[in-house]
C-alpha cells in the first residue's frame, strides 16, 4: 500500500504539499480497500487488487531502467563500451520463445542461462552447507570452557543427531532404543517450525502496525 509514497518520490511529486497530501489519501483509502477483505471479499477490494499490482508492476519496470538497465548498460554503451551491445542481442533471444519456428534460439539462451543459475546455486549450497557441517562440530569441554558453553553445546549436539535420526529411514525403529532419538528429533523440529511460524506472524504484525500508525499519524494526524 506504501507503492503511491515510492512512486511520488521517484518523481518528485513530494515536494509540492498539495501532491503529497492528494498522496496520502490515495494511500489512506488503497490501505483501507484493501483491508476490506478481513470483512468479506468485495468488489472495492478486488478493484484497488488490481490498480495496485498495475501501479507496483509499473513502478518495478520504472524502476528497472532508471536503477539497473540505465546504469549498469545504456551509460556503458554510451560512455564507449559497445561491447555491452551484446547483451541486448542475449536479451532479445529470451521473447522468441513466442515463436513456434523459432523458439529453439530462446532455448539456447535459457539454458546458458540456467547452467550459470545451477552452478552459481550449487557453489553458494557447498559453501554454505560445509560451513555449517564444521560449525557443528562443537567441543563439549575443554580446559576453561564454561560450563554453561558445555551444557549448550551438549544440547546442540544432542539436538542435532536426534533431528539427523528422525530423517534415517534405513531401518524400521521397532525397538525403543531406536525410536526415542526420531521421536525426540519430531518434537525438536515442531519446536523449530512454531517458532518459524511465530516469527512470520510477528512479521505480518509489524506491517499491519506500520499500515495502522501510518493512518492514525499521516492520515488522520490523532498521533505523532
Not at 520504472?62 to 539497473?68: D, K, L
Not at 529453439?104 to 552447507?129: D, E, H, M, P, Q
Amino acid at each position: 500500500m506504501n507503492i503511491f509514497h515510492n512512486i511520488g518520490h521517484s518523481f518528485n511529486f513530494a515536494n509540492s504539499t498539495v501532491a503529497n497530501t492528494w498522496m496520502v489519501w490515495i494511500a489512506a483509502i488503497g490501505t483501507l480497500a484493501i483491508y476490506s477483505v478481513l470483512y468479506k471479499e468485495n468488489p472495492v477490494y478486488r478493484l484497488f487488487e488490481h490498480i495496485f499490482i498495475g501501479a507496483a508492476s509499473g513502478y518495478s519496470v520504472f524502476v528497472t531502467w532508471t536503477q539497473i538497465l540505465k546504469p549498469m548498460w545504456w551509460d556503458k554503451i554510451t560512455s564507449g563500451e559497445a561491447y555491452w551491445v551484446f547483451a541486448l542481442v542475449g536479451g532479445a533471444m529470451f521473447y522468441f520463445i513466442y515463436s513456434k519456428k523459432h523458439v529453439w534460439i530462446s532455448r539456447i539462451i535459457f539454458g546458458t542461462l540456467l547452467g550459470l543459475v545451477s552452478g552459481a546455486a550449487f557453489k553458494g549450497f557447498a559453501g554454505l552447507n560445509v560451513d555449517r557441517i564444521h560449525a557443528s562440530f562443537k567441543p563439549i569441554a575443554g580446559h576453561g570452557m564454561p560450563l554453561s558453553e558445555s551444557l549448550n553445546n551438549l544440547v546442540f549436539i544432542i539436538v542435532l543427531l536426534a533431528v539427523m535420526s528422525y530423517f534415517f529411514f534405513s531401518f524400521e525403529h521397532k525397538n525403543r532404543v531406536t525410536s526415542m532419538p526420531p521421536k525426540l528429533g519430531r518434537w525438536c523440529l515442531m519446536f523449530a517450525f512454531g517458532a518459524m511460524f511465530g516469527s512470520t506472524v510477528m512479521a505480518r504484525m509489524s506491517l499491519l502496525i506500520g499500515r495502522v500508525y501510518f493512518l492514525l499519524g499521516e492520515w488522520l494526524h490523532i498521533i505523532r
